[in-house]
């Protein structure tokens, strides 16, 4: 079945430590998205990519850093300057502008 | 801009009927309305385009108003499995794509 597989599940970081959460799809699709959820919140765009090798930030950029190397394969690393990285990420795919988001299941980050 | 949802919560009994609005200050191509059950990801439920028609989704439908720059989800004969938090999202156009804040739904038995 086709989807949206996120790893791992939960995912704790030391102060001063970047981590990266992966995001890998088999839907064939091109553009590929990270969101943040903070509890009881919406989804704020960290980054989007519409192609392999291409991607822009969002509305939340700072402190995140992303590569698009592979069409599946969209990972997102939280660098040891965003200082509240305590949220749940998500990670979307559609076939491009204006069509349905598709999501993974998400990653749960902590701080220890 | 994020589109502004309403109400921000609402709570049903099991066969209750409900209303959940976006509105948009900004022209709109597109709204797409997904669903989120606690702890899990946002699934979609349906698509409202410029000019579409209204869509629906078993007991579920939504209705897009282009010179109000609004749209909104109808939840019909509530179902227990229907409790969640809903999300619109609005498409300006160029990758011009926003979520609302969501409206949390509870429905009681």
């Known amino acids: 079945d086709?989807?949206?597989?996120?790893?791992?599940?939960?995912?704790?970081?030391?102060?001063?430590?970047?981590?990266?959460?992966?995001?890998e799809q088999n839907l064939n699709h091109d553009a590929m998205y990270w969101y943040r959820q903070?509890?009881?919140?919406?989804?704020?765009?960290?980054?989007?990519?519409?192609?392999?090798?291409?991607?822009?930030?969002g509305d939340i950029a700072e402190g995140y850093s992303v590569s698009r190397e592979k069409k599946e394969s969209f990972p997102l690393t939280v660098t040891s300057a965003q200082k509240n990285p305590t949220a749940f990420?998500?990670?979307?795919?559609?076939?491009?502008?204006?069509?349905?988001q598709h999501f993974g299941d998400g990653t749960r980050l902590s701080i220890l | 801009q994020q589109p502004v949802q309403s109400p921000q919560a609402v709570i049903l009994r099991e066969g209750e009927?409900?209303?959940?609005?976006?509105?948009?200050?900004?022209?709109?191509?597109?709204?797409?309305?997904?669903?989120?059950?606690?702890?899990?990801?946002?699934v979609f439920l349906m698509i409202l385009l410029k000019g579409g028609e209204q869509k629906g989704h078993e007991k579920i439908s939504a209705s897009f108003n282009e010179k109000k720059q609004q749209s909104s989800l109808y939840l019909t004969?509530?179902?227990l499995s229907y409790s969640g938090t809903y999300f619109c999202g609005t498409d300006h156009g160029g990758q011009n794509f926003v979520f609302g804040p969501g409206t949390r739904l509870s429905v009681l038995p």
Do not use: M
């Not at chain 1, 979307?92 to 349905?100: C, D, F, K, V, Y």
């Open chain 2, 17 to 42: 009927d409900a209303v959940i609005n976006c509105s948009s200050s900004k022209a709109l191509y597109s709204v797409h309305w997904y669903r989120q059950k606690h702890g899990e990801a946002p």
């Open chain 1, 38 to 57: 903070d509890p009881g919140q919406g989804l704020r765009l960290i980054y989007y990519s519409q192609i392999v090798n291409d991607f822009q930030k």
């Open chain 2, 77 to 79: 004969a509530s179902q």
């Open chain 1, 89 to 100: 990420y998500l990670c979307a795919s559609n076939r491009g502008e204006g069509q349905p």
């Open chain 1, 2 to 23: 086709g989807g949206i597989t996120q790893s791992p599940k939960y995912l704790f970081r030391k102060e001063g430590q970047n981590v990266t959460l992966s995001c």
